[in-house]
């Protein structure tokens, strides 16, 4: 049965409230992740995960109450050293081993086992994708997961073929030295203005918690990230049903232009297509026209579009 008690309010996302759950010390100290669950509490017993991408939080209170409309209790996790979980003598996004993040999930559907849910369709946007895909391949046999829903998986970092053939090898392998060392890096700046409604776009959130222009990555989230893409570009083998959702197209550009609103900014949709493709298993990758790096927050036609296709697929598993 829910456990109201544990959870309280959370102001900054209506219609929600937040737990807190610690995690053991790091090398920086005191650690937390953040679970948010909607206020909706549908019957029975099947759930969404949500994990968000890098340089992000959960803030699309729009698809929560999608889902939980069709009957799915939704659940939102703020990994550590992001949104809610940053805390004040952290790096923001700091991060040394993928490991850090699988113990977020680990508690995270450990609290949702003492809910009651039984079942859950785990998904993931850009960075959330990459790790949801990796937590489902390092745990083929667990007993709530049912599905995988990868948005615009991280499954390459978008530089040049020099970067991507050479120097990120050279920096993880740095890493194990100095884990600290800040390494530029980063997307376009047009991004979050296509999103943000305060430029070009719809949405409401704290710039404090997703920046248009993101701090410098330290090598030690470098080789962390670069390490788990490595292993997805061999081709994880996932035992649960995965569905794929990504942009049609790509956009680049050093000055603003309408297409940053109906096209992929973040990522290059080559890598993402075929490094899907490589997934062992039941994969469903759908292209979705006009649609920005994370699907949902794409304009409200074409991400109804897609959320359309998002349930049809789901009702088979979860």
Request: charged share 20%; hydrophobic share 40%.
């Given at each position: 049965m829910p456990v109201p008690f544990l959870y309280s309010d959370c102001t900054n996302a209506k219609g929600f409230e937040q737990l807190k759950i610690a995690q053991p010390d790091d090398y920086e100290g005191k650690v937390v992740c953040t679970l948010l669950r909607s206020k909706t509490n549908p019957s029975g017993h099947k759930a969404i995960l949500y994990l968000h991408g890098f340089n992000d939080y959960f803030f699309n209170n729009w698809l929560g109450n999608q889902l939980a409309d069709q009957a799915y209790h939704f659940y939102a996790l703020d990994l550590r050293k992001s949104g809610r979980s940053w805390l004040p003598h952290q790096k923001f996004n700091?991060?040394?081993?993928?490991?850090?993040?699988?113990?977020d999930i680990d508690a995270a559907l450990a609290q949702l086992a003492s809910e009651g849910i039984e079942?859950?369709?785990?998904?993931?946007?850009?960075?959330?994708?990459?790790?949801?895909?990796?937590y489902a391949s390092k745990h083929p046999h667990h007993n709530m997961i049912r599905?995988?829903?990868?948005?615009?998986?991280?499954?390459?970092?978008?530089?040049?073929?020099?970067?991507?053939?050479?120097?990120?090898?050279?920096?993880?392998?740095?890493?194990?030295w100095?884990?600290?060392?800040?390494?530029?890096?980063?997307?376009?700046?047009?991004?979050?203005?296509?999103?943000?409604?305060?430029?070009?776009?719809?949405?409401?959130?704290?710039?404090?918690w997703k920046p248009h222009i993101m701090p410098k990555v330290?090598?030690?989230?470098?080789?962390?990230?670069?390490?788990?893409q490595q292993e997805a570009q061999k081709g994880l083998e996932i035992k649960q049903p995965v569905l794929v959702?990504?942009?049609?197209?790509?956009?680049?550009?050093?000055?603003?232009?309408?297409?940053?609103?109906t096209a992929d900014a973040v990522?290059?949709?080559?890598?993402?297509?075929?490094?899907?493709?490589?997934?062992?298993?039941?994969?469903?990758?759908?292209?979705?026209?006009n649609a920005v790096h994370d699907v949902m927050l794409s304009q409200k036609p074409v991400r109804e579009m897609a959320f359309a296709q998002l349930i049809n697929w789901a009702k088979k598993y979860v």
């Open positions: 700091n991060l040394r081993h993928i490991s850090e993040y699988m113990e079942m859950v369709l785990l998904y993931g946007h850009s960075m959330g994708g990459l790790m949801a895909a990796y599905a995988v829903v990868l948005n615009s998986p991280f499954f390459e970092m978008n530089e040049d073929w020099l970067t991507r053939k050479l120097l990120l090898h050279l920096t993880a392998f740095l890493a194990s100095f884990p600290d060392a800040l390494v530029p890096g980063g997307f376009s700046k047009f991004y979050g203005p296509s999103l943000h409604q305060s430029a070009y776009g719809e949405w409401d959130y704290k710039l404090e330290n090598m030690g989230w470098t080789k962390a990230i670069f390490r788990c959702l990504h942009p049609e197209k790509s956009v680049y550009g050093h000055k603003w232009k309408k297409e940053f609103s990522l290059r949709v080559s890598s993402i297509r075929k490094f899907s493709q490589k997934i062992k298993g039941d994969c469903t990758i759908l292209a979705i026209e």
